[in-house]
């Protein structure tokens, strides 16, 4: 298994099982904003980010260029 020496290459490691389920599920959603991949990137680092409120978040989320 590789070993992350960054935030970047640890957040990758630690989706890569929702990263590849999602390349295989046949339901998918169609949004020109934010696809699915970007969702659950999204979803998951709001539930272990420290901010207390969603704007908090989502102000932090396009800050550091999570978006992409």
Known sequence: MQQPNDYKSLTECFLAPARESLSHCSHT?????????QWIRMG????????RSGRSFLQDWAMLDESS
């Open 44 to 51: 998951v680092n709001r539930s272990i980010n420290d901010e």
């Open 29 to 37: 959603r169609e949004c020109p904003e934010l696809d699915d991949w």
